[in-house]
């Protein structure tokens, strides 16, 4: 049973920072791409950020160059830092891991990540 496990969502202030990560119990993590996406109270689920086997990112638009998504493959686990956080950016954040071409897409339980002050 693959198990992706997130943590380090909590409640910040408008411009703080918080680093999620999540851990992942693939037998072979880095044949995978990892990815973040989140979904906000009453929106649809969407993408904050991927990356790929080969290092390769991704961002959506609203968060290029306030946040970074980093692995580690040994450890079996993807990161997110997430820097000058905004209000818009309060939402349920889950970890995905898709094995491209196939039919492996595995989805986390969610982190909650809260913007206020």
């Known amino acids: 049973q693959v198990q992706l496990v997130e943590s380090g969502g909590g409640l910040v202030q408008p411009g703080g920072s918080l680093r999620l990560s999540c851990a992942a119990s693939l037998r072979i993590f880095s044949i995978y791409t990892m990815g973040w996406y989140r979904q906000a109270p009453g929106k649809q689920r969407e993408l904050v950020a991927t990356?790929?086997?080969?290092?390769?990112?991704n961002y959506a638009d609203s968060v290029k160059g306030r946040f970074t998504i980093s692995r580690d493959n040994p450890k079996n686990t993807v990161y997110m830092q997430m820097n000058s956080l905004e209000a818009e950016d309060m939402a349920v954040y889950y970890c995905?891991?898709?094995?491209?071409?196939?039919?492996?897409?595995?989805w986390g339980q969610g982190t909650l990540v809260t913007v206020s002050s």
């Open positions: 995905n891991a898709n094995r491209p071409h196939t039919k492996y897409d595995y």
């Open positions: 990356i790929t086997v080969t290092g390769t990112t």
